[in-house]
């Protein structure tokens, strides 16, 4: 475990946020990882980071919280709250967000999407600045006991087994330079797509019976590191690991079939067997394994989330992908697969803002398959084919 501690902390302090000196670092952190946060803020300040803050959550003690309080209570959220997270909206701010599997169902979603809601649009302007790359931001994972269990059940090693997984997932051998390698190559595909200036993709997967059309107005396609929207132009890269280059349709653009292809994760739930039915961009039919069929539909519920906000291509040989594990982290599986994204979209996808979605939401979930076919047409009407076989086709 320390060795992960010590590689990640400091892949995620120089390459993921890249801490200037005189940064103001935000690390969002599970109560469970603390040990891991202390390696990160140690980094921090090696490199001349200003102040570290670390926020700590509780998805128990949440849990609790949803459960026993009345939704008027819920809703009463405190100003200091809101503060806390609206003060740090600065350039020189940059955070760390530090995530677990999501294995802990809600026992109140009502409350817990009105929550989140209302929360979201308080702390809007905070979120529409790491969204817009303003701030330099990063997502990681942290390994533990208990996501180890479920990734592992049957293993008495089963801590081993993860954190070796994600050794290879986040290639930790030699981690600058095979990150330098990995963005240079997604940079590639994104400079690629984006000289297509394609206005429609077409996913098929007999395997899924997928079959999916979507249309863009001169897409940006982007992977890889991303650069922060300021004067200092620094370069960061939002997550660790990541194997995609991603864009965003015209939100009212999307038709057809898909299937999910790994495990949809919210709330707690491990949604399987679950497909969506899309006509001019809404969602119209779905459905999923009957348990977790009110779950889906408190998902698809919230403002914006019955519509695509994101398409990202995944190569089927991915290191994620390769390694055949279920992690039911959103991060880790989304890397590993061709992936759809309900709610928002991220502005820098888009020349013509208007066609983007717009939601507090924002939720993958993975579609790729061995099979999976991805067509393009230009804006041009040339037909080419992006992806054959889950692998990219370069002409």
């Excluded at 809404?282 to 994101?310: F, S």
């Excluded at 502005?347 to 999976?372: E, L, V």
């Excluded at 067509?375 to 992006?386: L, M």
């Amino acid at each position: 475990m320390e060795q992960y501690y010590r590689s990640m902390s400091q892949l995620v302090v120089q390459k993921g946020v890249n801490v200037q000196k005189g940064d103001t670092l935000i690390v969002s952190c599970p109560v469970e990882c603390y040990e891991f946060a202390r390696y990160i803020t140690e980094n921090a300040y090696l490199i001349g980071a200003k102040t570290v803050i670390i926020n700590y959550s509780d998805t128990k003690i949440f849990n609790k919280k949803m459960q026993y309080e009345t939704e008027e209570t819920v809703l009463d959220i405190p100003q200091w709250l809101i503060d806390r997270t609206n003060m740090y909206s600065d350039e020189t701010c940059c955070s760390i967000s530090i995530c677990l599997s999501d294995d802990e169902a809600c026992p109140n979603m009502k409350n817990a999407s009105a929550y989140g809601k209302l929360k979201s649009k308080l702390t809007r302007a905070n979120h529409d600045n790491y969204m817009q790359n303003k701030q330099r931001w990063c997502v990681i994972v942290c390994p533990t006991q208990q996501w180890a269990d479920r990734v592992f059940p049957n293993s008495p090693d089963s801590l081993s087994l993860l954190l070796s997984a994600l050794h290879k997932s986040c290639l930790l051998d030699d981690p600058v330079n095979n990150l330098n390698a990995l963005n240079a190559q997604l940079s590639s595909n994104s400079a690629y797509l984006n000289s297509l200036n394609l206005k429609q993709l077409h996913f098929t997967s007999a395997q899924t019976r997928t079959d999916l059309t979507m249309e863009f107005s001169c897409p940006r396609w982007l992977g890889g590191s991303e650069t922060q929207q300021n004067e200092s132009r620094t370069e960061f890269n939002p997550n660790l690991p990541t194997f995609e280059v991603f864009s965003g349709p015209n939100m009212n653009s999307v038709n057809g079939f898909v299937r999910g292809t790994k495990p949809l994760c919210y709330s707690g739930a491990e949604i399987n067997d679950f497909w969506f039915i899309f006509k001019n961009g809404v969602i119209v039919e779905w459905d999923c394994e009957e348990q977790h069929k009110e779950i889906l539909q408190k998902l698809i519920q919230n403002e914006g989330a019955d519509k695509l906000g994101e398409v990202a291509l995944v190569p089927h040989s991915s290191p994620i992908s390769q390694l055949g594990v279920v992690f039911y982290n959103g991060l880790l599986d989304e890397n590993a697969s061709c992936h759809l994204a309900l709610g928002n979209g991220y502005d820098d996808c888009y020349t013509d803002i208007t066609k983007m979605n717009t939601s507090c939401i924002h939720h993958d979930f993975m579609i790729g398959a061995a099979d999976m076919t991805v067509e393009g047409i230009t804006a041009d009407g040339v037909a080419v084919k992006i992806m054959e076989n889950g692998e990219f086709v370069r002409k």
